[in-house]
């Protein structure tokens, strides 16, 4: 009897280990067959606005890469070739894109590359030189206001990264546990401020991040992402050289102190600012659901200590989007807010209480955190109005073929605690594109936006697009 125990509990761990190894240890996409053909593209694009404000409403030019003016009467074109990413199966895959891009106003006309990069993909890892758009959060890019560190508001930096830029499996844990990772060295080649006299030239971009999502092929998943980036180097107009050698870089790689300054000596070497997002995935059954809050930091104590000093503030959001009927296919909720800042004061009395953070300012790099006079960030925070609070609401759908997208909200401003400044500003787009084949098919887009309130001053537009992309027939690689 015992003996046909012994056998019932080894036929039994027999079948536990069975269906364990049955498993992919270490799930990747490469397991997969290659079943996609790499193809070359081309395509073009030009636009008009006209406006009856002093600018044109906020939601025609933010999140643009600054390819849309500010100004009330604009146009832009752009035309491009590029081989975008088809081959996930492959243990290799690569894309690139050259897009040449002119923007012109009443004022000045200019001519820029939108994109100009090379990426490739070896294995698990990617390495990406030029310039090329960057965001960071889990909303879809469309249809949020927004990462809080990195949107697509302001014309991207040139600039070289590797790391694993998606979701990957951890070996040995059969897909449960992703993890991806990288580090970034970029170059801010703007004229970056208004004033010459306190101007940053050559200044540098750096940039790491990590992250780690848990659930793998179960309905729900929890991703968790830490990002942090530093203006540093480059030449100041007041204090002179700011620090450009390897052992600076060192010094900002892990916020040490440093410089040639005195406030670079005190607290860290050039200007630092982070980014942290918790996110919860949910999908069932053709439904998918996001939500995410992500919270920032602009100095050193915050990033590592005082994170609960500016819990206040930040990003809260839930999107949902669903492959079942395709009128409203996605609809996004955010809520925004940077008043707290870690409290009305830094230091009073001879106590430091380590508020003003006062986001994407900095002493010593006059513009902040901003790239040709646009901020890197959430386009509702700029260095002169970063104490806001904002509710936001993005729609789009399908109806008969006519692609909308409806973006909405409403922002309560406070300038800064140095500054104080309240407005107030609601903003509201709609677009519509419509894809027609006849007309050799080129795609054409009308958006009616508007501003009402104090901020912006009222304003009314119109924005008429025709875009056409088409493939290159020239095959690029044989399965």
């Known amino acids: 009897m015992r003996d046909k125990s012994y056998i019932l509990i080894l036929l039994f761990f027999l079948c536990i280990s069975h269906s364990i190894f049955a498993w992919d240890f270490w799930p990747l996409p490469m397991d997969e067959p290659d079943t996609a053909q790499s193809k070359l593209e081309y395509g073009f694009e030009a636009s008009a606005i006209a406006s009856s404000g002093k600018y044109s409403p906020f939601w025609l030019h933010v999140n643009t890469n600054g390819h849309i003016s500010s100004q009330p009467f604009s146009g832009s074109i752009a035309a491009w070739v590029q ?46 030189a030029g310039i090329l758009p960057f965001t960071a959060g889990s909303a879809a890019p469309q249809l949020s206001t927004g990462g809080l560190l990195f949107s697509n508001n302001a014309q991207p930096l040139p600039r070289i990264s590797i790391g694993i830029n998606r979701y990957t499996a951890f070996p ?29 030239t050559n200044a540098f971009l750096h940039h790491k991040f990590a992250g780690a999502r848990i659930g793998g092929k179960l309905p729900v998943n929890i991703a968790y992402e830490f990002h942090h980036a530093a203006q540093w180097g480059g030449k100041s107009a007041i204090y002179g050289d700011l620090g450009n050698s390897l052992k600076s870089f060192k010094n900002v790689f892990i916020l040490n102190a440093g410089g040639n300054n005195l406030n670079d000596q005190l607290n860290a070497e050039g200007n630092h600012i982070g980014w942290q997002e918790l996110a919860v995935n949910i999908k069932y059954k053709g439904w998918y659901a996001d939500l995410y809050w992500q919270t920032i930091f602009e100095d050193k104590s915050a990033a590592f200590i005082g994170m609960g000093m500016n819990v206040a503030d930040g990003l809260w959001g839930i999107s949902i989007r669903q492959d079942h ?155």
Request: charged share 20%.
């Open 325 to 479: 009927w395709k009128f409203i296919n996605a609809i996004t909720y955010e809520f925004l807010n940077t008043t707290s800042q870690s409290g009305p004061y830094h230091d009073k009395d001879g106590i430091i209480y380590g508020g003003r953070d006062t986001y994407f300012n900095n002493l010593i790099y006059r513009q902040g955190w901003t790239h040709f006079h646009r901020t890197i960030g959430s386009p509702f925070l700029s260095p002169q109005n970063n104490r806001v609070r904002t509710h936001f609401i993005g729609i789009k759908g399908d109806i008969y073929g006519y692609n909308y997208r409806l973006l909405s909200s409403y922002t309560r401003s406070w300038g800064t605690y140095a500054q104080p400044n309240k407005t107030d500003n609601t903003a509201i787009m709609l677009s519509v594109t419509k894809k027609i084949e006849k007309a050799w098919g080129m795609e054409f887009g009308l958006t009616m936006a508007a501003d009402i309130g104090s901020q912006f001053g009222n304003s009314f537009a119109g924005m008429i697009t025709i875009r056409k992309q088409d493939i290159i027939p020239v095959r690029l690689d044989k399965k």
């Open 172 to 200: 040995g844990l059969y897909g449960y546990l992703e993890i991806k990772g990288g580090i970034t060295h970029g170059w801010f080649v703007d004229k970056n401020s208004l004033d010459p006299t306190t101007e940053v």
């Open 83 to 128: 081989k975008q990413p088809t081959r996930p199966a492959k243990w290799y895959d690569y894309d690139f894109a050259v897009d040449l891009a002119g923007r012109f106003d009443c004022k000045k006309q200019t001519g820029y590359f939108r994109r100009l990069y090379a990426h490739l993909r070896l294995y698990i890892f990617d390495i990406t």
